[in-house]
């Protein structure tokens, strides 16, 4: 961001469509970019200019301390994350930092005083700006226990003791007194019960000597591995110290037994923030794994298959007791497994041919799970599931529940594609933008600041700044296709586009040499909203040759964190409703639990937006309504409805391009589709009905 003081990072929420040029406060080098798209899916961005962001991936100047502040950054945020929800459960978290040497976490200075290190400063500057970034969101009791502990005393640094108390791998002088060290390799080491309590303020660890010690604690929620190692044996070792069942504050394990089969996977899961890629990562950790699960078992008993965790209908289980029993009776029927439990030819042939045995009706829900554990027998890469990239999309099922069988006519009479066709007069939209331009357009010249300062001792102080235009020389202008960019974002011909060009301020089309990008966008968009008003009076609709929506649209994916906000319907097509914003008493939100309640509504959908979503096309872009409901026969006047949710009714609130996309459903639905299917905006249902017996 470009701030007066200089240039700052900041953290902003950005849509697609978005300037990064407008939105850093016009900092050059982001000039002309803006995002292309957002694809949760791959989880990965895509800007105007063809470059890509994906989530964890670093990209562009990145060098070696950049890499590890943002290690240090991704474990303080993912401890907060998991700390939040193991607080309410009476679970101390904590993380672990592997560093390749001491003085990088703390130093001495020759009288022997203490002094942090890079990794600790660093830590507490990420520490303090995450908390800032978060504290208010937090429930109260959570929000006061942070409060209560300071960034300095929240990390400790265990390290190997020698004899006289210091830091081995510390080759710094440090004086007589080394209590610090003392105390905190008692208290990591010797003192797990003060560790795990929420009155010890430590909850973040940086080691150096760890797995030389044995140490290891069953809370260890975050490895963060700040040290190079092509050691595989060294990398699983650190894992594994992360791999315990944890305890609550009353040093209860929770197991299967304590918090439940669905919960114990959740809760007992580590996170490792590596500085290598994920697949490099997993691949070397898993053929490590591989090479010396000595213990892996390699014969079928009832008491394998006890316990085994398995994942159904979205929720982790355990296998029970009497379970396990019929999995084993099954492998004998079958002869899939001999006397003494090897697995045999015959299951391994039925396997590749897919010929296996049926299980019986009750172990026919669990039959994927319970085959990757027989295969895991003979076969441990079909474990490969038990690793997931923590920067990986998380997202969740929402299919269609039974509703849709009642939501089917209304779908079929909708889910038609259609092609647009418009014939107005030109002159009138050249001589509305010409207006529209000479009144409104404003364009930034580009510019630079040169600043002045003078250091004395260690003092340095700003003199001066200086601020200049940037004239482009003749020749210095990249080559642009002015008319043509013009037209492509427009949908104009070129020949509209110049009657255009040439009609405006000869002083307006100078702005086009301060600036060319923001030149181009401005006007598109001014050009934009005039043909808005004019075009749509003209427009008609027919049935395009297109295939008709899938009903997959219904089913794109959200992230676990929506789900929280979601709205629970009983009447819907789906069990979750996704409301824009997050209020309860945002339009949106007030729509759907009206709906949900009302007696004379059988069903209803909140249609998917965006270019996979259910749209139609407009001349001014695709428009997406929010609703399709289907009421009671005799209830209304119509028993078929699009609506679309506005905060407001007022038509001179709302956007010109708005305005068009909502006035072309309305000629499409209203006028000339034969569906039986009408369309209004609406701002709550009560207006719905209202409007619906005025159509």
Not at 340 to 357: I, K, P, Q
Not at 391 to 412: Q, R, S, Y
Not at 456 to 467: A, E, H, L, V
């Amino acid at each position: 961001m470009k701030r007066g003081s200089g240039i700052k990072r900041e953290s902003r929420i950005l849509d697609v469509g978005d300037s990064l040029y407008v939105k850093s406060n016009e900092l050059e080098e982001y000039n002309g970019v803006s995002i292309a798209e957002i694809d949760p899916v791959r989880a990965m961005i895509t800007f105007s200019n063809g470059d890509t962001l994906l989530s964890g991936v670093a990209s562009g100047n990145v060098n070696e301390d950049d890499i590890r502040r943002i290690q240090i950054r991704e474990t303080i945020i993912s401890h907060f994350e998991k700390e939040e929800k193991l607080f309410e459960q009476g679970i101390k978290c904590l993380s672990l930092f592997f560093i390749d040497e001491v003085a990088k976490y703390r130093q001495y200075d020759e009288d022997g005083e203490e002094q942090l290190g890079e990794y600790g400063r660093i830590f507490e500057e990420e520490y303090t700006a995450a908390l800032n970034e978060r504290l208010t969101l937090f429930p109260t009791a959570y929000q006061d226990y942070l409060r209560g502990i300071d960034s300095h005393d929240t990390h400790r640094g265990y390290f190997s003791i020698d004899k006289k108390g210091r830091a081995v791998n510390s080759s710094v002088k440090r004086g007589n007194e080394f209590s610090d060290d003392i105390a905190a390799y008692d208290l990591i080491l010797k003192n797990k019960e003060r560790l795990l309590s929420f009155d010890e303020p430590t909850r973040f660890i940086f080691s150096h000597s760890a797995l030389r010690e044995g140490w290891d604690n069953p809370n260890v929620f975050q490895i963060c591995t700040l040290k190079h190692s092509d050691n595989a044996t060294a990398k699983r070792q650190e894992v594994g110290r992360g791999l315990r069942l944890c305890v609550d504050q009353t040093g209860t394990r929770q197991d299967a037994q304590t918090c439940g089969e669905d919960q114990v996977q959740g809760i007992n899961t580590l996170t490792v923030v590596a500085s290598e890629s994920y697949a490099g990562f997993v691949s070397d950790l898993q053929s490590e794994i591989r090479t010396n699960l000595y213990d892996r078992p390699t014969k079928a008993s009832v008491e394998y298959f006890k316990g085994k965790s398995y994942t159904a209908d979205g929720e982790t289980k355990t296998i029970t007791d009497a379970e396990a029993t019929k999995i084993f009776f099954y492998l004998v029927q079958n002869a899939y497994i001999d006397e003494e439990g090897t697995v045999t030819d015959a299951y391994r042939n039925a396997a590749e041919s897919g010929t296996l045995a049926p299980l019986n009706a009750a172990l026919e829900p669990i039959g994927e799970s319970v085959h990757k554990l027989v295969q895991a027998i003979f076969d441990p890469s079909v474990l490969a599931g038990m690793v997931t990239d923590g920067h990986g999309t998380k997202v969740k099922e929402n299919p269609l529940n039974d509703n849709w069988k009642d939501f089917k006519e209304l779908w079929e009479r909708i889910n038609k594609k259609y092609a647009y066709t418009v014939d107005f007069n030109g002159d009138e939209l050249i001589k509305k933008s010409i207006a529209e331009i000479d009144s409104k357009l404003i364009v930034a010249q580009l510019s630079y600041t040169l600043t002045q300062g003078e250091q004395k001792g260690n003092d340095f102080t700003t003199t001066k700044t200086r601020t200049k235009n940037i004239d482009n020389a003749p020749g210095g202008l990249a080559k642009y296709d002015l008319i043509g960019k013009i037209a492509a974002e427009t949908s104009l011909t070129r020949k509209t586009v110049t009657a255009i060009l040439t009609g405006i301020d000869p002083q307006k089309l100078q702005f086009f040499r301060l600036n060319p990008e923001e030149f181009i966008s401005k006007v598109a968009k001014l050009i934009d909203s005039q043909k808005a008003s004019v075009v749509v009076e003209h427009i008609t609709y027919a049935p395009s040759e297109e295939e008709p929506y899938s009903q997959d649209i219904f089913n794109m994916s959200k992230s676990s964190d929506e789900y929280a906000k979601a709205f629970k319907a009983k009447h819907a097509i789906q069990d979750y409703i996704f409301t824009d914003g997050t209020a309860h008493q945002s339009v949106e939100r007030r729509f759907a639990e009206d709906l949900d309640v009302a007696d004379e509504v059988v069903v209803y959908a909140k249609l998917p937006s965006g270019p996979r979503g259910f749209h139609i096309p407009t001349p001014v872009g695709n428009y997406s309504p929010d609703w399709a409901i289907s009421f009671k026969k005799g209830s209304v006047k119509h028993i078929f409805f699009i609506a679309e949710t506005k905060g407001t009714m007022e038509s001179l609130q709302l956007k010109p391009i708005e305005q068009a996309k909502i006035k072309c459903a309305k000629k499409l639905f209203n006028e000339i589709s034969t569906t039986g299917v009408k369309y209004h905006d609406v701002d709550s249902y009560q207006n719905l009905l209202n409007v619906m017996n005025t159509l």
